[in-house]
């Protein structure tokens, strides 16, 4: 049984680009977030995605904006890139109905040059 | 912010228990505690979740104060492997604030 995989691993990118960060969630689940987590912080929160619209937004410009897809699967777009936006990028997912834990990915490293 | 306060780092030594304190004082009555860890250079990693009542699974177990104002981390017999950042998290239906964490050093 996968667990939830992110693609690319790495990425790197200048100033001012766009990038898309993807996502397959774990087998049966429905929910998708996203997460930034900065060198030496704990995973802030971006926004969940249900039944392919956005449920819930963190404190997060509208340059990160997402998408679901019918099978589940997420993007997470950041567009005109800043230095700041360097980070790893977690998607974890999840089953909507009931207390259910998120699982994770390993996550995008993005490096901003 | 997080509802939590951890200690920012821990010792154990390999093959003891592992006791990892969280306090939670702020819990409301439909929010859970939720326990992840994070190794270095991995996503965070799921371990237990309760309400109110001790929990125990493969990994470990969640001991939930009667007032529910902490809860404590137990792993039976760490090894060199569980080396990493543990994050308490309290949450309902919401999504996860990670504070900082501790840092559980396991030594040989």
């Known amino acids: 049984d996968a667990g939830v995989t992110q693609s690319p691993t790495h990425l790197i990118k200048t100033r001012g680009q766009q990038v898309t960060l993807r996502c397959s969630p774990k087998?049966?689940?429905?929910?998708v977030s996203w997460y930034q987590q900065a060198l030496g912080q704990g995973p802030q929160f971006i926004f969940q995605?249900?039944?392919?619209?956005?449920?819930q937004r963190g404190n997060f410009p509208d340059r990160f904006s997402g998408h679901q897809f019918p099978n589940y699967s997420s993007e997470l777009n950041v567009n005109a890139l800043l230095l700041g936006d360097s980070a790893l990028y977690l998607c974890?997912?999840?089953?909507?109905?009931?207390?259910?834990?998120?699982?994770f990915g390993d996550g995008t490293r993005l490096s901003i040059l | 912010d997080a509802k939590t306060t951890q200690p920012p780092s821990m010792d154990c030594a390999e093959g003891r228990a592992a006791n990892l304190p969280c306090n939670h004082s702020t819990i409301s009555g439909n929010e859970y505690v939720y326990w992840y860890r994070q190794i270095h250079s991995q996503g965070p990693q799921y371990i237990i979740h309760g309400l109110k009542n001790n929990e125990t699974n493969e990994m470990a177990s969640l001991i939930i104060t009667e007032d529910r104002k902490s809860s404590t981390l137990i792993l039976p017999h760490a090894t060199l492997r569980d080396t990493a950042v543990y994050y308490c998290i309290v949450t309902g239906n919401t999504p996860l604030v990670f504070g900082k964490g501790t840092r559980l050093s396991v030594i040989a």
């Open positions: 974890a997912s999840s089953y909507l109905r009931g207390v259910q834990p998120q699982h």
């Open positions: 995605y249900y039944e392919e619209e956005e449920r």
């Open positions: 087998s049966g689940h429905d929910t």
